[in-house]
């Protein structure tokens, strides 16, 4: 069967390698539909992600229909459309046994440090995928990946209907996070420098939206939050300056959410954390949210369709990435139906 793999950085290839198949009674074989390119599958194709080693079957972001099952799978049944949970943990480490698997010391991630699913068949633990109904389209479901790790964000920030949610940066990453915060009922505050993107957040639910490129931008955030400052600032930008900026603006009490993996330093002052007792809280994968991101795509909550720029057969993976060189584009799908 085919699959796609980096083979270093910069090299992607199209590559013949044996057909996935039942090992265990407990997996599932899995035909993949379609598949999304996220941010870090780009940090692996440009050699920027820490964690990534090669060669690499890239690929976390997958949909597709069970084929065959094991004899001792309960959960599913032949024709079924599921998603497939991003991560393997160990089960047994502090992390695992206090409901944090997500951060487990020996957590394998597809497509980062153990193949992924950018190939035409896939066999997984059937507790590593999840139903989803027959009428949602392959290529919009992949987005139920991303929306998890945004509804982990705002989890971990402890997301009320009263804050004042500051999201900086409204690009893939950015938008699955005002989609789903906008579902707690809360204010959005929304930074970036595109105007095209930051239209697209106020139809994502964005209260107000500011141009980053603004001279006058610390003073204009402070007047749309009651001169208080926003209550909790979820980093979606991801570099060193961008922490240092919004431990500035955070108001007192506030939470900064952050979800990069920039190993450059940050200059931040203790000062600033401690006499406004802040919380710096960092936000990875996420931890038992796929069932309820589920439900608010299948109950139309959330209905992105809108921000799937670009949809390649897998066999048009190099032109895929050639648009990402580009920069001009939001979510890429790669279609693996035939």
């Known amino acids: 069967m085919k699959a796609i793999r980096i083979e270093e950085p910069g090299k992607i290839d199209i590559v013949d390698i044996p057909m996935s198949r039942i090992e265990n009674d407990n997996e599932i074989l899995i035909k993949i539909m379609a598949a999304g390119i996220c941010g870090s599958d780009i940090g692996i194709f440009k050699g920027s992600n820490p964690v990534a080693t090669y060669p690499r079957i890239i690929g976390h972001e997958m949909t597709g229909i069970v084929t065959e099952i094991g004899q001792g799978v309960t959960k599913f049944s032949v024709g079924d459309h599921v998603i497939v949970k991003q991560t393997e943990s160990c089960g047994h480490c502090y992390a695992c046994e206090h409901g944090r698997d997500n951060v487990c010391v020996d957590l394998k991630v597809r497509g980062v440090n153990i193949d992924g699913g950018y190939r035409e068949y896939l066999t997984v633990p059937e507790t590593s995928a999840y139903k989803i109904a027959d009428v949602l389209d392959f290529k919009t479901a992949v987005l139920i990946e ?43 505050i929304v ?12 139809k994502h639910g964005a209260s107000v939206v500011l141009n980053g490129k603004s001279k006058t931008l610390k003073q204009e955030i402070l007047s749309v939050s009651n001169n ?45 954390i401690t006499a406004r007792e802040i919380d710096i809280i960092g936000s990875r994968l996420q931890h038992g949210n ?3 991101v589920i439900k608010l795509f299948e109950n139309g909550t959330i209905n992105p369709t809108d921000m799937i720029s670009h949809i390649f057969h897998y066999t048009d993976v190099k032109e895929a990435f050639e648009v990402i060189k580009s920069g001009n584009f939001r979510k890429i799908v790669l279609d693996f139906s035939n």
């Open 146 to 188: 991303p929306f998890t790790i945004a509804f982990q964000a705002c989890s971990r920030g402890r997301l009320q209907e009263d804050d004042v949610l500051l999201v900086y940066g409204a690009g893939a990453l950015g938008s699955t996070i005002i989609e789903v915060a906008h579902s707690f009922g809360c204010k959005i």
């Open 290 to 292: 796929f069932e309820k």
């Open 228 to 272: 208080y400052g926003p209550t909790i600032c979820i980093d979606s930008v991801c570099t060193p300056s961008s922490i240092e900026f919004l431990l500035d603006v955070v108001g007192n009490a506030g939470r900064l959410i952050t979800m990069g993996f920039d190993p450059r330093p940050s200059a931040i002052s203790q000062f600033k």
């Open 191 to 202: 930074i970036d420098i595109q105007e095209d993107k930051l239209q697209q957040a106020l």
